[in-house]
């Protein structure tokens, strides 16, 4: 099928499931679009975070812009050092090149939209962290960051 056939047929679909779900840990992601669908322009995915989870490390991206829209709960988004409180309805953009983390600091799950463009970091890197962390044990933050740099993903260590 090609890309203006199954643009189509997302189009049309009344209400799409996740077209894959990925386990990292308490987190999820549920991705709806990836670069397969968009011909690499962008990915869109829910990501579920629960209470306390402050993941991943400080980090930019090298050549992926994402912004982040609140649906449930309530999740700190920081961004250049500056803390933006994403709740349902609200909205933040990380241009690339922005150092950003998040954090879960409330009492409930949070789920928020995220949209990448181009669709460069994708299920693959969810994937590749959660082979590494299935392993057990804590995680090799040297490993974790291998991972990352190979998704264009670059960690920032803590001042």
Do not use: W
Request: some cysteine; aromatic content about 8%.
């Amino acid at each position: 099928m090609g890309y203006s056939e199954r643009l189509r047929e997302i189009i049309t679909e009344p209400c799409m499931q996740p077209k894959e779900i990925i386990k990292i840990g308490a987190l999820e992601i549920r991705f709806l679009f990836d670069g397969d669908d968009t011909a690499g322009t962008m990915c869109m995915f829910e990501f579920l975070v629960p209470p306390g989870a402050k993941v991943p490390a400080a980090h930019y991206h090298e050549s992926v812009d994402e912004a982040i829209y609140g649906l449930e709960g309530n999740l700190t988004f920081t961004i250049d050092g500056q803390p933006h409180e994403i709740s349902p309805g609200q909205s933040a953009f990380v241009p690339r090149g922005k150092v950003h983390y998040f954090i879960n600091n409330g009492i409930e799950t949070s789920r928020s939209l995220s949209v990448l463009t181009p669709a460069t970091i994708g299920p693959q890197y969810f994937r590749d962290v959660a082979a590494l962390l299935a392993k057990g044990g804590p995680p090799d933050p040297k490993a974790v960051a291998e991972i990352m740099r190979k998704h264009g993903l670059i960690v920032v260590p803590p001042k």
